[in-house]
């Protein structure tokens, strides 16, 4: 009964060390905080071409070099709604030399989405995925999804459901992916 005893106390202890050392690892992870999930390294954005809100066409290749934070929602999505704000003040927080914020909708009515930003006081580019090729690429499944694309074009980090997106881990996040890209 002792060895037994003894046997469980040693394999207890090495779990909780190696739960600590994962735990330690995991605390120093700026995607962490955020509940974000890391995306495979080498992982490629693929490249799209959508149309604005305000007929403007813009491509995910005229952006290399700045991180760019894709959020991916729709007016029905009473979650995807809440969580503008924060994305408004994000990039209101962030050197647009260097960061980019576009959210993507595949809802087509564009004067209900335009009243929707009006009344939620929010300026943010709406680029619509009106056959959703840019949704499926991205493997959005639920709404909202964003995903940060780093400097390169990689495929960094990915979230599902809403965040604050203005948190003090969310600007820290973004800054550090700013200044070094991983």
């Known amino acids: ?9 040693i394999a207890g ?7 600590a050392g994962i735990s330690g690892v995991c605390a120093h992870d700026p995607f962490t905080p955020l509940k974000m999930s890391r995306l495979p390294a080498g992982s490629m954005a693929m490249p799209f071409e959508l ?7 813009v491509r995910l290749s005229d952006l290399a070099g700045k991180v760019v934070l894709v ?9 995807c709604k809440e969580e503008m704000p924060s994305l408004a003040r994000l990039q209101r927080q962030l050197d647009p030399k260097k ?4 959210t993507v909708t595949t809802d087509l009515q564009r004067q209900g989405i335009a009243q929707f930003l009006s009344h939620a006081g929010v300026t ?4 619509f995925d009106e056959d959703q090729e840019v949704s499926r690429s991205f493997m959005v499944r639920g709404l909202p999804t964003t995903v940060v694309v780093g400097r390169d074009g990689t495929l960094l980090g990915r979230a599902v459901g809403p965040r604050e997106w203005d948190s003090q881990e969310s600007v820290a996040l973004m800054r550090q992916m700013m200044e070094n890209g991983k």
């Open 71 to 79: 959020n991916f929602w729709a007016t029905w999505c009473g979650p």
């Open 13 to 19: 202890l090495l779990v909780m060390l190696s739960l």
């Open 124 to 127: 943010l580019p709406v680029l």
């Open 99 to 102: 960061f980019v914020l576009l």
């Open 1 to 9: 009964m002792g060895v037994v005893r003894k046997a469980w106390g």
């Open 51 to 57: 149309t604005s809100l305000d007929g403007t066409r």
